[in-house]
């Protein structure tokens, strides 16, 4: 499978079309009388006059009227990059709690022990993505009592076998130091590969009890600092899928130490929380414990595409396998999204399925360029300059003589109302 990704290497033009101002907010004229440049026309003297765009270009960015609606066909595009699909497996960190409370059955049904029925589930994960996820290996506690986990296997290829020697060879003992050791993985250079996406499976039998309950019991610091963790992972780009195994960890009825409303603000908190009150995978059995591994590998193979650098304009990216144009899906149910938050394209359905079964020759995405101020920040709607632009009557250089920046002759920009186009298709920021 070839990947073609279109993205920010090449110069949209130094033109400056009518009805458009440049990056620097020029319009096609020097001014707002439009006496300096090529065609003075008869308007954009502070919004007066309809104009003819040229005016001064207050509004700051290269806007296209039709909006991203329009295809690439009508906004230009920033940039290729061709890669090979082999190129784009994901890195997967399992991060694995083996503390004492491992040696206990996962069910009151179950003869055996928990840690038995990990190896088991693993093995199914393991041959699912060998030679199609990297994997790497923390295990943790470090000791016997608190120590966090260190990364013991980097994500890399062809790591699959060597990790079924280290599940082999775990055994329980300690508390149980999830924080620190989500740190550590998240220390670790294999995990912020900026050209995959980047992925931990938490695997856990328990609250957090380290290092101020001691290995003992949880507390609030323990629990905060976890959650802390998952964050800072997701900040970086790295998602954290958070399986809980163990009937009594899973009882909504159970104590403080089990505690399923944490793992489900963990879940919520490394980005792949699941529809419906359980945010998290429980696993109740070995059965449940392989399937929840299975269901992840599926969601990560073949299905995520990270990009760098960043789209310059997340709602003007466009994707096709093999030619036809696939929609975007915000429902997730076929079609693709774009995850700006780890900087990513997720596919679903059978948009998904195809990809997976190898049947596309060519996946491309197209990305528009800048519509918006200050690009080299990103976009965020808490920042008064990128709200669309108050119509204040002066020349903007949209041609239309209203003043805001969006080429539709109205003077109805107020700035009240901030648009995303990461999540609005329609904005246009002016």
């Given at each position: 499978?070839?990947?073609?990704?279109?993205?920010?290497?090449?110069?949209?033009?130094?033109?400056?079309?009518?009805?458009?101002?440049?990056?620097?907010?020029?319009g096609s004229a020097e001014d707002d009388s439009g006496q300096e440049g090529d065609d003075p026309g008869a308007g954009g003297e502070d919004g007066v006059d309809p104009g003819d765009g040229s005016g001064d270009g207050s509004g700051d960015s290269l806007v296209d009227p039709d909006g991203p609606d329009s295809g690439p066909d009508q906004q230009d595009l920033c940039g290729s990059m061709l890669r090979?699909?082999?190129?784009?497996?994901p890195n997967m960190m399992l991060v694995v709690d083996k503390?004492?409370?491992?040696?206990?059955?996962?069910?009151?049904?179950?003869?055996?022990?928990?840690?038995?029925?990990?190896?088991?589930?693993?093995?199914?994960?393991?041959?699912?993505?060998?030679?199609?996820?990297?994997?790497?290996?923390l295990q943790y506690p470090a000791d016997y009592h608190c120590a966090p986990g260190q990364v013991a296997m980097a994500c890399a290829d062809d790591n699959a076998e060597q990790i079924r020697?280290?599940?082999?060879?775990?055994?329980?003992?300690?508390?149980?130091?999830?924080?620190?050791?989500?740190?550590?993985?998240?220390?670790?250079?294999?995990?912020?590969d900026e050209t995959r996406a980047n992925y931990v499976v938490l695997l856990t039998d328990g609250v957090p009890t380290c290092p101020n309950g001691s290995g003992q019991e949880s507390t609030t610091a323990d629990k905060n600092q976890t959650l802390a963790a998952i964050q800072t992972l997701y900040?970086?780009?790295?998602?954290?899928?958070?399986?809980?195994?163990?009937?009594?960890?899973?009882?909504?009825?159970?104590?403080?130490?089990?505690?399923?409303?944490?793992?489900?603000q963990m879940a919520e908190a490394g980005g792949q929380a699941r529809p419906g009150a359980v945010k998290y995978f429980p696993?109740?059995?070995?059965?449940?414990?392989?399937?929840?591994?299975?269901?992840?590998?599926?969601?990560?193979?073949?299905?995520?595409?990270?990009?760098?650098?960043?789209?310059?304009?997340?709602?003007?990216?466009?994707?096709?396998?093999?030619?036809?144009?696939?929609?975007?899906?915000?429902?997730?149910?076929?079609?693709?999204?774009?995850?700006?938050?780890?900087?990513q394209i997720d596919f679903?359905?059978?948009?998904?399925?195809?990809?997976?079964?190898?049947?596309?020759?060519?996946?491309?995405?197209?990305?528009?360029?800048a519509r918006y101020q200050d690009p080299e920040d990103g976009w965020n709607v808490d920042d008064p300059s990128d709200i669309n632009d108050p119509g204040d009557g002066t020349g903007d250089g949209d041609?239309?003589?209203?003043?805001?920046?969006?080429?539709?002759?109205?003077?109805?920009?107020?700035?009240?109302?901030?648009?995303?186009?990461?999540?609005?298709?329609?904005?246009?920021?002016?």
């Open positions: 499978v070839m990947v073609a990704v279109f993205f920010g290497l090449i110069s949209c033009g130094d033109e400056i079309l009518p009805g458009f101002t440049d990056e620097f907010g020029n090979s699909a082999d190129d784009v497996e503390s004492g409370s491992m040696d206990y059955p996962i069910s009151a049904t179950r003869q055996g022990r928990k840690i038995d029925d990990l190896r088991s589930a693993l093995d199914i994960l393991l041959d699912l993505g060998e030679g199609k996820i990297r994997f790497g290996w020697s280290l599940a082999q060879r775990l055994e329980p003992g300690g508390g149980t130091p999830t924080g620190g050791s989500l740190l550590a993985a998240d220390a670790n250079p294999s995990l912020h900040e970086h780009r790295i998602q954290t899928f958070v399986i809980g195994i163990g009937e009594d960890l899973n009882n909504v009825d159970g104590d403080e130490s089990n505690n399923p409303e944490l793992l489900n696993a109740n059995s070995r059965e449940e414990l392989e399937l929840a591994l299975e269901n992840i590998g599926d969601m990560v193979m073949g299905c995520t595409f990270a990009l760098n650098p960043e789209p310059e304009d997340p709602g003007a990216i466009w994707v096709s396998l093999d030619g036809d144009a696939i929609g975007r899906d915000r429902d997730h149910i076929n079609g693709w999204d774009y995850d700006r938050n780890v900087n679903y359905g059978p948009a998904c399925d195809r990809l997976r079964a190898g049947t596309v020759s060519d996946l491309e995405i197209l990305m528009g360029c041609g239309d003589g209203d003043g805001d920046g969006d080429g539709d002759g109205d003077d109805d920009n107020d700035g009240t109302v901030p648009c995303d186009p990461a999540t609005d298709d329609t904005c246009i920021p002016g």
